[in-house]
């Protein structure tokens, strides 16, 4: 982002300066600590958290095709000065001490509110240089206010205009200049998608709210296959003490992501507080939930890795998505041999005649499946062919089942894990 001159930047209207408590290097760490969805979202969870019904979320492009602005709209309660003179109680004078926090857990609506640290609003600096809420809120009766705060990359201060009567409705505009080049990167495909995997929870238990995304409803229950609860566990520590956490995990209608398996932390009512890589092979059509009450403690302070109870229920809940994704393949691999039968293209028998045989039908299943999935020409191929090509892997696993696991793996360029998951099936690996 090119440097800018903040004494030109000063609202046209007269305003006041409201210094904010956390110093330069909070704020910048908060920034840099974001991404520009990820800063998106957090101003969307605003919106909600205000009990906004429906936020619009817009972006114009430039002839360079960059992002030139961005926009965040909502109908929600505003946000709410007590005085139009002391500023010191403004929602925006503290972070990390967010009325939110320290007054109820829930909205005025009666919603469970996501932020509760006041950080939302900082991490929206890294869209841009420049951020102006434009905010309309009911001060008593029919009698409505509105003012403008403004925040500037590099200043610690923000610039609040004061409030005067409007007619205009209670609600937020949100608006993001001087784009950022993390702000540039934003595409409709990709926040579609990611907002989806954030809010899908949510929204399924608040439908009465509406996330727009450059004019199009985002319905996220539209993509998905399957909700799955996959239990309640506890960690134990030592030398005492324990952690109960539940863990669920959506199968979306097809690869939701660039990556192998998202892992997003929610504290006990299922809100998302933040995400983290699960680097499971197989898990492209899956997200995994992990609820528990020590989430926002956890992400709180960004150190989250550093955090040994938190690495250990990681840990156990990467095991346990493991051991759910190892069975949800397995039962895949029976149903493509089903299938394969009713085709007559399968080159087994329906009900195996020995143990051995069983072994051997569980080995072609399953590498039949990977084969499906990795081969993109496999939908186009005609019978006859599918039929060759299983009577030669067939022929592979009755004779040299080792040397069938390893030419497959590495033509798929299969993982370690699904490798051994064969050799283990064919009782290749070491007892």
């Known amino acids: 982002m090119e440097l800018m001159d903040s004494s030109k930047l000063k609202m046209d209207k007269p305003y006041h300066t409201l210094q904010m408590k956390p110093g330069e290097t909070e704020l910048l760490r908060l920034r840099n600590q974001t991404n520009a969805v990820g800063a998106l979202a957090e101003l969307v969870w605003n919106a909600i958290d205000a009990d906004a019904k429906n936020v619009h979320v817009d972006w114009t492009e430039n002839e360079m095709m960059g992002v030139d602005s961005i926009q965040i709209q909502d109908d929600g309660h505003g946000i709410l000065t007590a005085d139009d003179e002391d500023y010191s109680n403004h929602p925006f004078a503290s972070l990390g001490d967010s009325a939110k926090h320290t007054v109820s857990h829930q909205s005025p609506g009666g919603r469970i509110l996501h932020g ?10 890294a869209l841009g240089g420049v951020i102006d809420w434009d905010t309309t809120f009911a001060d008593s009766g029919k009698t409505h206010k509105r003012y403008t705060i403004r925040a500037v990359v590099g200043e610690a201060n923000l610039q609040i ?22 702000g540039n990167t934003l595409d409709e495909k990709s926040v579609r998608r990611r907002f989806s995997l954030i809010f899908s929870e949510h929204l399924a238990n608040y439908p009465d709210i509406n996330i727009f995304i450059q004019g199009e409803r985002l319905q996220p229950e539209t993509m998905i296959q399957k909700r799955k609860n996959l239990g309640a566990f506890t960690t134990h520590f030592e030398p005492k003490g324990s952690i109960d956490w539940d863990l669920r995990c959506v199968h979306w209608k097809e690869a939701v992501a660039d990556s192998r398996g998202r892992l997003f932390l929610c504290d006990a009512n299922r809100l998302v507080i933040g995400e983290h890589e699960l680097a499971l092979r197989g898990a492209e059509e899956y997200t995994f939930y992990l609820d528990c009450e020590q989430a926002r403690e956890w992400e709180d302070d960004g150190l989250i890795a550093l955090k040994d109870d938190a690495q250990q229920v990681f840990l156990e809940a990467r095991l346990k998505a493991h051991r759910f994704l190892r069975k949800s393949f397995r039962d895949r691999a029976e149903s493509l041999a089903d299938e394969l039968a009713e085709q007559r293209i399968l080159p087994f028998p329906s009900v195996a005649k020995s143990a051995e045989q069983q072994r051997q039908k569980a080995i072609f299943s399953e590498m039949a499946l990977h084969i499906k999935q990795n081969i993109g020409s496999y939908d186009k191929m ?17 004779l040299e089942p080792q040397r069938a696991v390893e030419i497959l793996s590495k033509s798929l360029k299969m993982s370690a894990e699904d490798r051994k998951a064969l050799e283990q099936l064919a009782e290749l690996a070491p007892a």
Do not use: W, Y
């Open 116 to 125: 509760r640290f006041g950080k939302g609003r900082i991490r929206a600096l």
């Open 161 to 182: 205009t004061t409030p005067k009567a409007t007619k205009k409705k209670p609600g937020t505009k949100v608006t993001v200049t001087h784009v950022s080049e993390k």
């Open 382 to 398: 005609n019978l006859d062919n599918k039929r060759l090509l299983f009577k030669l892997l067939q022929g592979m696993i009755e």
